[in-house]
């Protein structure tokens, strides 16, 4: 490499359907290609056959255009009125299927099932908790089939709570018009083996209508979650540093939004067993 080439080129480009963080909160969106605020962006799963599902970021347009392209809902032909009164008796111009209310609960079931083994929802969810539960999500503006929410139970005869990820509590503090960004420490302590690890995390979220910061601290022997022999999950044995950051920015939100994310729980309030 010559003197005068800069060792911080841009990473190569990624194959149609990938995205890439570019720093300062942009993302590139794996749909258009466009660089994009983290705030304006949907986390989606892309199916790779060499690795699985994985999560990548996509504009919110982007997003709407290829759910109505995978997904196009049934329509009826209007004529020049356009209302639903108007509705013309003669040939279509385009075959409309014709979907019987079997069809509707097939479609209907086969959702639930979906939403079910995704972990959006506890395997034995009736209907009529899913039911409230994908009204609650649309309420907040949250998707549970993008993973922005989900909902669970603390104890088998409990009834189910809304779980929301940090993702869709950042969506939920930018929406409110007064997120003013966050500023996260934490504290690292070298143990006997010369390895350094973190010890408490303590997150600032601002706000612009408040002079001073909300401050949160979280320690990391409070936070951690251990499996049913004491030793801390997986996650939390290979991104500590991560997960303790995770977990003090979520307390912090919480406190410093309780309008927009109460009713709520964070991601490490989640009941034993589950992954956050």
């Excluded at 069809?103 to 083994?117: F, G, K, M, P, Y």
């Excluded at 408040?210 to 401050?215: A, D, F, G, N, Y």
């Amino acid at each position: 490499m010559s003197s005068g080439e800069d060792p911080r080129s841009d990473p190569p480009e990624l194959e149609p359907g990938w995205s890439v963080y570019r720093g300062h909160g942009q993302y590139q969106c794996a749909g258009c290609g466009n660089l994009v605020p983290e705030s304006l962006t949907e986390l989606v799963y892309v199916q790779d056959w060499r690795r699985g599902f994985r999560a990548r970021r996509m504009e919110r347009d982007c997003f709407n255009r290829a759910r109505e392209e995978a997904w196009p809902l049934p329509t009826l032909p209007l004529d020049s009125r356009g209302d639903s009164s108007s509705i013309s008796t003669g040939s279509p111009t385009a075959s409309v299927p014709q979907i019987s209310s079997r069809s509707r609960e097939d479609q209907t079931e086969r959702q639930v099932a979906i939403l079910r083994s995704a972990g959006r929802f506890p395997s034995d969810a009736t209907a009529r908790e899913i039911a409230f539960g994908l009204e609650f999500a649309q309420r907040i503006g949250l998707d549970p089939w993008l993973g922005q929410v989900k909902f669970l139970r603390f104890e088998p005869a409990d009834k189910i709570h809304a779980f929301v990820g940090i993702d869709g509590m950042r969506s939920l503090a930018e929406r409110s018009g007064k997120y003013d960004g966050r500023e996260i420490e934490v504290e690292m302590v070298k143990g006997p083996d010369g390895t350094e690890n973190p010890v408490r995390a303590v997150c600032r979220v601002y706000r612009k209508d408040w002079s001073r910061p909300l401050v949160e601290e979280v320690r990391f022997v409070e936070a951690v979650r251990r499996r049913q022999d004491g030793q801390p999950t997986r996650p939390w044995t290979e991104m500590p540093i991560t997960m303790l950051r995770k977990a003090a920015e979520e307390r912090a939100l919480r406190a410093a939004f309780p309008l927009q994310l109460s009713g709520v729980y964070g991601g490490e309030e989640a009941p034993d067993g589950v992954s956050r």
